[in-house]
T-cell receptor, first 113, second 117 residues
C-alpha cells in the first residue's frame, strides 16, 4: 500500500520562506501533487511533479527526488493568506483500478505577522 | 466557469437514518470522485467514476454506502443507515480526464459536512 509522511504543523513569519517536506512509500509511482486547503474550504491544486527537479509557479515551488521518494513544497514571501493546510498526494498505479491519488495527513501552516 | 457544486453544505441526522449527497461536476469533466475527509486528515477516496462507470469503488463500504452517476454527469452518494463514525466531510471532485496530461488536476467542491447524532 501507500504511505506518506509530512510534518503536522509548521509556523513561520510573514515574508519568510518555509519548506514542507513529504516522504512517501509506494509502488508504481507516477508523480507527486500538492494541494492547499483553507479551514472549511475545498482543497485546491498547487503543483504536480512527475520528474526529478524543481517546478516553480509564482511564490510556490515544488521539488521531487524519485530516487529518495521525497518531495517538498517551498513557499516564498509568505503572506497571511497562506495560512492553511497543505497536502502532498502520491499518484500511483493503485492496483487493478488504474492510477490513484493518495493524500497525506496534511501540514497545517500558521503564518504570524 | 462554475466550479464543482455540492449540496447540501451541512447535514445533521440521527444514527440509523439515511442521508444522500449530490454533486454536479465541472462541465465536460469525465472523471468524478467522492472522498471522505475526517478532521485533521487528508481526503480518502471512496469511489471514482469514468463517465457513468464506477472504475474504483474498492474503498466504498458497500454494506451501507452506495453511489450512482446515471447519465455520466451528476452523482449522488448515499449512506443507509448512517452510523456515528460516518460524521465527516464528504468531498466531490472532478477532472477533465483521469489519464490525460499527467497532472490529473482535481477540482474539489466545498463538501458536505455530515454530523451523525
Amino acid at each position: 500500500g501507500q504511505s506518506l509522511e509530512q510534518p503536522s504543523e509548521v509556523t513561520a513569519v510573514e515574508g519568510a520562506i518555509v519548506q514542507i517536506n513529504c516522504t512517501y512509500q509506494t509502488s508504481g509511482f507516477y508523480g507527486l501533487s500538492w494541494y492547499q486547503q483553507h479551514d472549511g474550504g475545498a482543497p485546491t491544486f498547487l503543483s504536480y511533479n512527475a520528474l526529478d527537479g524543481l517546478e516553480e509557479t509564482g511564490r510556490f515551488s515544488s521539488f521531487l527526488s524519485r530516487s529518495d521518494s521525497y518531495g517538498y513544497l517551498l513557499l516564498q514571501e509568505l503572506q497571511m493568506k497562506d495560512s492553511a493546510s497543505y497536502f502532498c498526494a502520491v499518484r500511483d498505479r493503485g492496483g487493478s483500478s488504474g492510477d490513484k491519488l493518495t493524500f497525506g495527513t496534511g501540514t497545517r501552516l500558521a503564518v504570524r505577522p | 466557469e462554475a466550479g464543482v457544486v455540492q449540496s447540501p453544505r451541512y447535514k445533521i441526522i440521527e444514527k440509523k437514518q439515511p442521508v444522500a449527497f449530490w454533486c454536479n461536476p465541472i462541465s465536460g469533466h469525465n472523471t468524478l470522485y467522492w472522498y471522505l475527509q475526517n478532521l485533521g486528515q487528508g481526503p480518502e477516496l471512496l469511489i471514482r467514476y469514468e463517465n457513468e462507470e464506477a472504475v474504483d469503488d474498492s474503498q466504498l463500504p458497500k454494506d451501507r454506502f452506495s453511489a450512482e452517476r446515471l447519465k455520466g454527469v451528476d452523482s449522488t452518494l448515499k449512506i443507509q443507515p448512517a452510523e456515528l463514525g460516518d460524521s465527516a466531510v464528504y468531498l466531490c471532485a472532478s477532472s477533465l480526464d483521469h489519464l490525460a496530461a499527467g497532472r490529473n488536476e482535481q477540482f474539489f467542491g466545498p463538501g458536505t459536512r455530515l454530523t451523525v447524532l
